[in-house]
């Protein structure tokens, strides 16, 4: 009796030993999960402020094209009916012309940027996501096992 009294009681340590390490082990999983749901809203924050900037930067990609059309379209009409007078005055506007196009052109390139950088945020995103997704099934193994 005494024999199996020891051996009871040595299974009843080791079962509260084996229960403080899954009670530290879940409580690492909460504070992972917790960390991996901060970490998946701030990139979800950073990525509706990079499409939202994006956004924007069309809006006024466009609004400046729209304006170089009608500079242009101005500075062709105006040239046709200038006189040889005025034909510096179209050089002038030419050149105008000329450089809001290039930087038409460097906005262009800056969105192709924000673009590759929001398709490179939906990657990451989606990797934490998985990341996330493969925390759950752990967490649920451990929540099964108990």
Known sequence: VE???????????INQALSEDLK???QQNVALAADLNQSNAALREELEEVRSD?????????????ALKML???????ATHLSAAHQEMVEILTAQVNEEALKNVALSEDLKLQKQQNVDLAADLQLLNESNTVLRKQLEGLEAQK
């Open 3 to 13: 024999i199996l009294t020891a051996q009871v009681n040595e299974e009843v340590q």
């Open 24 to 26: 530290l082990q879940e």
């Open 54 to 66: 994006t956004k924007e930067c069309l809006q006024v990609h466009q609004k400046e094209m729209d």
């Open 72 to 78: 242009l379209q101005e500075s062709r009409d105006k």
